[in-house]
């Protein structure tokens, strides 16, 4: 059953969402910085059995910086899509800005907050703050 659709910018790649996200965390670790152009990525964490490709799966581009896990994005707009090593990984964040629809739920937790820049100022909204990935 499909609960969440998404794209990339340019529209050539779509994937579908069937399982409800188990977390949603913003990640402010140096790579997602760099993917994203700006604070860090912002994902729900989900089986990557619950994600399924409907279009551009040849423009998916996976890669695997030196530290971390492996990013994926559309190769024409660069769009951010997962990250977590998928689809090896058991489980995959997908970048919410990717999903069609709003999304409702808030960010639970900050992650890797030990790479928060000098420019960056971290909300003062209460979340558990890691200076890691979440235990
Ligand atoms: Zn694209
Ligand atoms: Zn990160």
């Known amino acids: 059953m499909t609960l969440l659709l998404g794209s990339c910018l340019c529209g ?17 670790c140096l790579s997602c910085k760099r993917i994203s152009g700006g604070a860090g990525t912002v994902s729900g964490r989900v ?3 619950a994600i399924r490709i409907l279009a551009g799966e040849e423009l998916l581009t996976t890669y695997q910086p030196d530290a971390g896990s492996a990013k994926t994005f559309c190769s024409r707009c660069g769009t951010n899509l997962f990250g977590g090593g ?11 800005p990717a ?5 409702g739920e808030k960010v639970e937790a900050h992650l890797f ?3 928060v820049a000098p420019w960056e100022v ?14």
Request: net charge negative.
């Open 122 to 135: 971290l909300p003062d909204d209460g979340l558990p703050r890691y200076d890691e990935r979440a235990p």
């Open 47 to 49: 089986r990557t059995d």
């Open 99 to 103: 999903l069609d629809e709003p999304f």
């Open 12 to 28: 050539a790649v779509r994937f579908e969402v069937t399982e409800p996200f188990d977390r949603v965390g913003m990640c402010h």
């Open 113 to 115: 907050v030990r790479s």
């Open 86 to 96: 998928w689809p090896a990984s058991p489980m995959t964040p997908v970048r919410l």
